[in-house]
């Protein structure tokens, strides 16, 4: 066998996966790379973390496509590994393996309360609102809530107050689903805060992302002057959005507030359902470092979400140490490597994480010569005993298609759960 035949297995079909898949076919077109998820359809976090309403974004997908048409690419949709075939075996059946699984659990607060209803991490959150098929069922109420608190300094904290926020015109041209719209559209939002650990200094927020807060059709965004006060912010451009928000006049309904120096301490319920935060003040000391403060305040909140980060999940019997699986450089062991989020934990952007995979896949034509391995040949076997829940690129295509074709006239598309692909 010839290095033209490398057989190489991605589990994994989101943006890493394709990006490493797209480098190897580029650079050895012969080389046959199957890329494996457990659910039928392609793109992980662009379909289900990315946030509904920035469509733009998620265009990307139209570009990751090219991975899965050029040369001997194929995907199998529906295909859990560690329930339908063993990690063991596909190494056993291919050159080399790489985990593009992402990093889909959520980190916890590690506090009283947080298994309140009416409590959510970020990954369930989003997946909720984005049809995921693990969270499409949560049991969220939103008829009654008029405070949310949502706690981390990330985007994807600003992706769930904006969504919270946006008006049902707002939201027209996203792919954000009926039930959903009708939730968010029954909620009496009052006060919607983001409540970040550190100093505003210490915020991940993007500029763009922050900048889209002020302009929401009815929602005003405020963040205190006393915040402001002595942070050394670097980016000018962010500087300046925190400025506005600053001296902004508190108009608008809901009121997004973002808050600082406060670290949750305790979730408060009544009859298991959350009614409150209670939030310790934090101190920066003379080296630095921040400290609890004797203050403390309780925050009312009808629903909290917590967006403090993500980590990977075990895969079959591989298990990640501290939120992600060890390697060095992409490599895990002999043959087996790993990328984006499942290697390095929830770090960089989608664009940030392309010339890493593409590093990884340089690595594996630069160490892995093939073998006599039957590669393909053992997964088609696996998929025929699956045959029923097995996806394969043309098949997302039809799924693809008919989303868009059902969807209502101010939605891009409607995502249709696995239980009801197979009847397309």
Same mark, same amino acid.
């Given at each position: 066998?010839?290095?033209?035949?490398?057989?190489?297995?991605?589990?994994?079909?989101?943006?890493?996966?394709?990006?490493?898949?797209?480098?190897?076919?580029?650079?050895?077109?012969?080389?046959?790379?199957?890329?494996?998820?457990?659910?039928?359809?392609?793109?992980?976090?662009?379909?289900?973390?990315?946030?509904?309403?920035?469509?733009?974004?998620?265009?990307?997908?139209?570009?990751?496509?090219?991975?899965?048409?050029?040369?001997?690419?194929?995907?199998?949709?529906?295909?859990?590994?560690?329930?339908?075939?063993?990690?063991?075996?596909?190494?056993?059946?291919?050159?080399?393996?790489?985990?593009?699984?992402?990093?889909?659990?959520?980190?916890?607060?590690?506090?009283?309360?947080?298994?309140?209803?009416?409590?959510?991490?970020?990954?369930?959150?989003?997946?909720?609102?984005?049809?995921?098929?693990?969270?499409?069922?949560?049991?969220?109420?939103?008829?009654?809530?008029?405070?949310?608190?949502?706690?981390?300094?990330?985007?994807?904290?600003?992706?769930?107050?904006?969504?919270?926020?946006?008006?049902?015109?707002?939201?027209?041209?996203?792919?954000?689903?009926?039930?959903?719209?009708?939730?968010?559209?029954?909620?009496?939002?009052?006060?919607?805060?983001?409540?970040?650990?550190?100093?505003?200094?210490?915020?991940?927020?993007?500029?763009?992302?922050?900048?889209?807060?002020?302009?929401?059709?009815?929602?005003?965004?405020?963040?205190?002057?006393?915040?402001?006060?002595?942070?050394?912010? $670097? !980016? +000018?451009? @962010? =500087? #300046? %959005?925190? /400025?506005?928000?600053?001296?902004?006049?508190?108009?608008?309904?809901? *009121?997004?507030?973002?808050?600082?120096?406060?670290?949750?301490?305790?979730?408060?319920?009544?009859?298991?359902?959350?009614?409150?935060?209670?939030?310790?003040?934090?101190?920066?000391?003379?080296?630095?470092?921040?400290?609890?403060?004797?203050?403390?305040?309780?925050?009312?909140?009808?629903?909290?979400?917590?967006?403090?980060?993500?980590?990977?999940?075990?895969?079959?019997?591989?298990?990640?140490?501290?939120?992600?699986?060890?390697?060095?450089?992409?490599?895990?062991?002999?043959?087996?490597?790993?990328?984006?989020?499942?290697?390095?934990?929830?770090?960089?952007?989608?664009?940030?994480?392309?010339?890493?995979?593409?590093?990884? $896949? !340089? +690595?594996? @034509? =630069? #160490? %892995?010569? /093939?073998?006599?391995?039957?590669?393909?040949?053992?997964?088609?076997? *696996?998929?025929?005993?699956?045959?029923?829940?097995?996806?394969?690129?043309?098949?997302?295509?039809?799924?693809?298609?008919?989303?868009?074709?059902?969807?209502?006239?101010?939605?891009?598309?409607?995502?249709?759960?696995?239980?009801?692909?197979?009847?397309?």
């Amino acid at each position: 066998m010839t290095a033209a035949s490398l057989s190489v297995a991605i589990i994994g079909a989101g943006p890493a996966g394709a990006y490493v898949a797209e480098r190897l076919v580029r650079k050895n077109p012969a080389a046959q790379i199957d890329v494996i998820d457990r659910l039928p359809t392609p793109f992980g976090l662009i379909r289900y973390g990315v946030a509904p309403d920035h469509q733009g974004t998620k265009n990307i997908e139209r570009v990751l496509s090219r991975a899965f048409t050029k040369g001997d690419v194929q995907f199998w949709g529906g295909l859990k590994v560690g329930a339908d075939l063993s990690l063991a075996d596909i190494q056993a059946n291919y050159d080399a393996v790489v985990l593009a699984v992402g990093a889909p659990q959520d980190r916890r607060l590690g506090i009283a309360g947080e298994d309140l209803a009416g409590v959510y991490g970020s990954a369930a959150f989003v997946g909720w609102y984005n049809r995921h098929p693990d969270h499409f069922d949560l049991p969220v109420d939103l008829s009654a809530a008029g405070n949310a608190i949502i706690i981390g300094a990330g985007n994807v904290a600003l992706d769930v107050a904006r969504v919270l926020a946006k008006t049902p015109a707002e939201l027209s041209g996203s792919d954000v689903p009926p039930d959903v719209s009708r939730q968010l559209q029954s909620a009496p939002w009052e006060r919607i805060r983001v409540v970040g650990r550190r100093g505003i200094e210490m915020a991940r927020f993007g500029v763009v992302e922050l900048d889209e807060m002020t302009r929401l059709a009815a929602a005003a965004a405020k963040v205190e002057a006393a915040d402001l006060e002595g942070a050394e912010i $670097a !980016d +000018r451009a @962010l =500087a #300046e %959005v925190w /400025a506005r928000m600053a001296t902004a006049a508190l108009t608008g309904r809901p *009121v997004v507030r973002f808050q600082f120096c406060w670290r949750p301490e305790a979730i408060i319920g009544s009859a298991d359902r959350v009614t409150a935060v209670r939030f310790r003040r934090q101190q920066q000391g003379l080296d630095g470092a921040y400290f609890d403060a004797e203050e403390t305040v309780e925050q009312a909140a009808d629903l909290v979400v917590s967006c403090i980060g993500y980590a990977a999940e075990t895969c079959d019997q591989l298990h990640p140490a501290k939120g992600h699986f060890l390697n060095t450089d992409g490599r895990i062991s002999t043959a087996l490597y790993t990328v984006s989020w499942a290697a390095d934990g929830p770090t960089g952007t989608i664009a940030t994480n392309r010339p890493k995979s593409h590093a990884v $896949a !340089d +690595r594996i @034509l =630069a #160490e %892995v010569t /093939a073998g006599t391995r039957s590669g393909r040949a053992y997964l088609t076997k *696996v998929a025929q005993q699956n045959r029923a829940s097995v996806t394969d690129f043309a098949g997302w295509q039809a799924i693809d298609a008919a989303e868009r074709a059902a969807a209502p006239a101010d939605r891009v598309r409607l995502k249709q759960l696995p239980n009801t692909i197979a009847s397309l």
